[in-house]
């Protein structure tokens, strides 16, 4: 008999709903959240009422887009953290709820093991999938984490930020510059443009596999506002410029101890995840890298960088086979780690 997964994403500002079959996926869809973009950042309070909104019409369509019927499913994964509150009691409750009706079992998913797990996803049976161990990148809005991936439920964090995510670096960065939130995206596409050896800002000498990147934030600050008293357009005039300058110094923070990572484990497989993996000049960088020293690289589908329920959908597909199932007394964790 068929193993068929409902994966339900509600951690933040993205309603998602996933269907698996046999590791294999049927549908993942994603509705985002607008209503936030005149805020500069997540509302929680609307997030959660996006969500409550959203989330019968996403679960509905994710069911029908693959063809199955809710009787079909075996069991329902879910987000349980880490995340806002709010959001994570919509995807939670609702996730109970239904398996109640359905008389099938729920499974708690951890959102920064799904992130891990998303190159997992197979959208054929012939896709290649990581094997373990492997190291993971993991950079986000709220992560930037070196893990060693041992097993789909044995993962040990190597390094991490002390201060700031990779994700924020990027949009606080772009709110400086005067550029919409999330600003990641729109250094990306600026960065192509533009000179990336122009601007030098300052790079963190911390030990170990950990990473930093307040002291880029404040260089890059006091940078424009020095230049900005000269010449009150130095932003626009040199907003390329800056994104890929930017953009080239996290990228090299970021390398600089994944490659410390790689040399002290020996392991040969390189992934990356989180919203952040979606940049085009840390993918390429990633892929270059790997390709130069043997390495095999998984860089994933753009679909799955940021949040969505497919990941949810395969980590509880995992667990679900082991019989790693959770309690309805289960509540949400807004803060948990690997
Ligand atoms: O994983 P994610 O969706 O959720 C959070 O952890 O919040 O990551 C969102 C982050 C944001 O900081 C966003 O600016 C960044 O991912 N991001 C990017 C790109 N696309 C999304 N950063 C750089 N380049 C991109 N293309």
Redesign the pocket.
């Known amino acids: 008999m068929s193993t068929i997964i409902l994966g339900i994403e509600s951690s ?1 500002d ?1 309603t998602s709903a996933a269907i698996i079959k046999d590791g294999i996926l049927l549908s993942n869809v994603i509705a985002s959240q607008s209503v936030h973009e005149e805020y500069g950042g ?1 509302v929680p309070e609307l997030a959660s009422r996006a969500h409550q909104q959203n989330i019968v019409p996403v679960v509905d369509t994710a069911i029908k887009r693959a063809g199955i019927e809710k009787a079909d499913l075996s069991a329902i994964a879910f987000t349980r953290g880490p995340g806002l509150l709010g959001s994570l009691l919509v995807g939670t409750s609702f996730a109970k709820g239904l398996s109640l009706g359905l008389r099938i079992p729920i499974v708690d998913v951890n959102h920064l093991h799904g ?1 891990v797990l998303s190159h997992f996803i197979r959208r054929n049976p012939d896709d290649t999938v990581p094997e373990y161990p492997f190291i993971c990148l993991l ?5 930037s984490q070196i893990i060693l991936v041992k097993n789909y439920n044995d993962m040990e964090v190597l390094g991490q930020t002390i201060d700031d ?4 670096a ?2 606080k960065c ?1 709110k400086v510059m005067g550029l919409p ?5 729109h ?3 600026l960065a192509t443009e533009g000179d990336a050896s122009r601007f030098k800002f300052s790079k963190p000498h911390i030990p170990g596999l950990n990473y930093s990147f307040s002291g880029l934030k404040t260089s890059f600050l006091y940078t424009l506002r020095d230049a900005k008293k000269l010449d009150p357009d130095f932003i626009e005039k040199n907003k390329a410029d800056l994104a890929a300058s930017l ?1 080239r110094t996290i990228i090299e923070i970021l390398l600089d101890k994944l490659k410390k990572a790689i040399d002290l484990t020996g392991v040969k497989t390189v992934a990356i995840g ?3 993996s ?5 993918r390429q960088a990633i892929a270059d890298y790997c390709d130069k020293h043997g390495l095999n690289a998984f860089i994933p589908e753009r679909a799955f ?3 969505n329920a497919a990941m949810v959908a395969i980590a509880g597909y995992y667990k679900y086979l082991a019989g790693d199932f959770c309690h309805y007394n289960a509540v949400p964790y807004a803060r948990i780690t690997i």
């Open positions: 933040c993205d997540v992130h950079i986000s809005g709220g992560n995510a990779a994700g924020e990027f949009d772009a939130y999330p600003g990641g995206p250094i990306d596409r953009q989180g919203g952040v979606a940049n085009s000049g840390v960088t940021t949040d």
